[in-house]
C-alpha cells in the first residue's frame, strides 16, 4: 500500500471493530450490512491484508487489523480536533493576533482595553508590538502587523479604516509656575517660541500634529528636548524644565500634579483623531474581527476625556 486507504472505508472498518460483527456495526451506522461488507472487501484489498477473522457469530481483527484500527481511530482522533479547532477560530475563541500600538495608545488602552479583550478571550495569543506611526503603518503594509491603533487615522490608500474616535485636543502643558500660565488666552505657536519645550520624535502621530500647525501659522519650533515616551514628555513639565505639547487624555493615566493644561488657539490641534487601521484587502480572522468590534466599544471611553482643564490636582 502505497497512498491513504479510503476514509469512508476506515470509518465502517472502526465501528465493525468497535461492534464486534458486521450487523451490529450496520445497525449503529443506520446502513445494509451488505454495504459494510463491501467496504471491508475493498480495503483488504486496499491493503493487501486481511483485516478481520470469525470468532463465533461475530468477527475481531487480525494482528494487521489491530494495526489499521488503531490507525483509524488516531485518524478520526485527528479530524474532530481539525473541526473542533476550525469551530474555535470561526466562533474567536483561538487564533493569533499581531497587533499595533504607538507609545501613547499603550499607556491610554493596553490596560483596561487591551488586558479586558484578553481576560475574556484567554486562548487567543496577542503579539503588542509597540512602535511609533510610521513603522505601524510599515508593519500593517508589509502584513508584519493585523491592525493597529493609530492617534490620526491615516489617509493612506493602501490602509482601511474601521473606526475613527475623536480624541481629547492637543494643548500645551506646563508647572503651574510656568510664565505661560499667565496668558489669559488660547495660545499661538508664537506664544511658545520663547520658552524650552519638549516634543516626541518626528514619526509620531503627535509630531504629525505639530507639524501641520508649524506649517499652518508659519512657525518653527525649536525643541530642547525629544523623545519617543509619552511618559518621559509629561515628566519633562512636571520637573518644570518647560513646556509640552500632548493630548490631554494622559492627565488620568500618569496623574503629575501641579501640571497645568492651556488651551490651543489653532484648529489643528482640536480636531486629533484615534482609529483603528488594517491593510486594505487584508483577510481579517475571526479573532481579529472580535478584537476590532472590542475596540469600537472601549476605546471611546478613554479616548476623549478631558476636553480642558486649568490645572491637574
Given at each position: 500500500m502505497n497512498h491513504t486507504p479510503d476514509t469512508k472505508r476506515l470509518f465502517y472498518f472502526q465501528q465493525v471493530v468497535l461492534s464486534g460483527s458486521l450487523r451490529?456495526?450496520?445497525?449503529?451506522?443506520?446502513?445494509?450490512?451488505?454495504?459494510?461488507?463491501?467496504?471491508?472487501?475493498?480495503?483488504?484489498?486496499?491493503?493487501?491484508?486481511?483485516?478481520?477473522?470469525?470468532?463465533?457469530?461475530?468477527?475481531?481483527?487480525?494482528?494487521?487489523?489491530?494495526?489499521?484500527?488503531?490507525?483509524?481511530q488516531q485518524q478520526a482522533k485527528l479530524t474532530r480536533e481539525l473541526y473542533q479547532r476550525i469551530n474555535e477560530h470561526r466562533q474567536a475563541q483561538r487564533g493569533q493576533i499581531a497587533l499595533g500600538l504607538g507609545e501613547g495608545m499603550l499607556d491610554l488602552f493596553f490596560y483596561p482595553v487591551i488586558t479586558q479583550f484578553m481576560a475574556q478571550n484567554p486562548s487567543i495569543k496577542i503579539?503588542?508590538?509597540?512602535?511609533?506611526?510610521?513603522?505601524?503603518?510599515?508593519?500593517?503594509?508589509?502584513?508584519?502587523?493585523?491592525?493597529?491603533?493609530?492617534?490620526?487615522?491615516?489617509?493612506?490608500?493602501?490602509?482601511?479604516?474601521?473606526?475613527?474616535?475623536?480624541?481629547?485636543?492637543?494643548?500645551?502643558?506646563?508647572?503651574?509656575?510656568?510664565?505661560?500660565?499667565?496668558?489669559?488666552?488660547?495660545?499661538?505657536?508664537?506664544?511658545?517660541?520663547?520658552?524650552?519645550?519638549?516634543?516626541?520624535?518626528?514619526h509620531f502621530g503627535l509630531r504629525e500634529f505639530i507639524s501641520q500647525a508649524e506649517q499652518d501659522e508659519r512657525v518653527q519650533l525649536n525643541f530642547d528636548f525629544?523623545?519617543?515616551?509619552?511618559?518621559?514628555?509629561?515628566?519633562?513639565?512636571?520637573?518644570?524644565?518647560?513646556?509640552?505639547?500632548?493630548?490631554?487624555?494622559?492627565?488620568?493615566?500618569?496623574?503629575?500634579?501641579?501640571?497645568?493644561?492651556?488651551?490651543?488657539?489653532?484648529?489643528?490641534?482640536?480636531s486629533c483623531g484615534i482609529g483603528t487601521v488594517t491593510r486594505q484587502g487584508k483577510y481579517l480572522s475571526p479573532a481579529a474581527v472580535a478584537l476590532l468590534e472590542h475596540l469600537k466599544k472601549q476605546v471611546p471611553a478613554y479616548a476623549t476625556l478631558p476636553r480642558a482643564a486649568d490645572s491637574i490636582k
Open positions: 451490529a456495526a450496520a445497525e449503529v451506522l443506520d446502513v445494509d450490512a451488505s454495504s459494510i461488507s463491501r467496504a471491508i472487501a475493498q480495503l483488504e484489498t486496499e491493503v493487501g491484508m486481511t483485516l478481520l477473522a470469525r470468532k463465533g457469530r461475530g468477527v475481531v481483527p487480525t494482528e494487521e487489523g489491530l494495526i489499521l484500527a488503531n490507525y483509524a503579539q503588542l508590538v509597540v512602535a511609533g506611526s510610521q513603522s505601524l503603518i510599515e508593519g500593517l503594509l508589509e502584513d508584519r502587523l493585523d491592525m493597529a491603533l493609530l492617534y490620526q487615522a491615516t489617509q493612506d490608500v493602501r490602509l482601511r479604516r474601521h473606526h475613527l474616535w475623536t480624541s481629547s485636543p492637543i494643548q500645551t502643558v506646563v508647572h503651574k509656575d510656568h510664565p505661560l500660565t499667565a496668558i489669559h488666552r488660547p495660545l499661538t505657536l508664537a506664544d511658545l517660541l520663547p520658552h524650552k519645550g519638549a516634543s516626541l520624535q518626528e525629544v523623545t519617543s515616551s509619552y511618559r518621559a514628555l509629561w515628566q519633562y513639565a512636571y520637573a518644570g524644565l518647560g513646556y509640552i505639547l500632548s493630548g490631554t487624555s494622559f492627565v488620568h493615566t500618569y496623574q503629575l500634579p501641579d501640571l497645568v493644561l492651556l488651551p490651543m488657539a489653532n484648529q489643528i490641534f482640536n
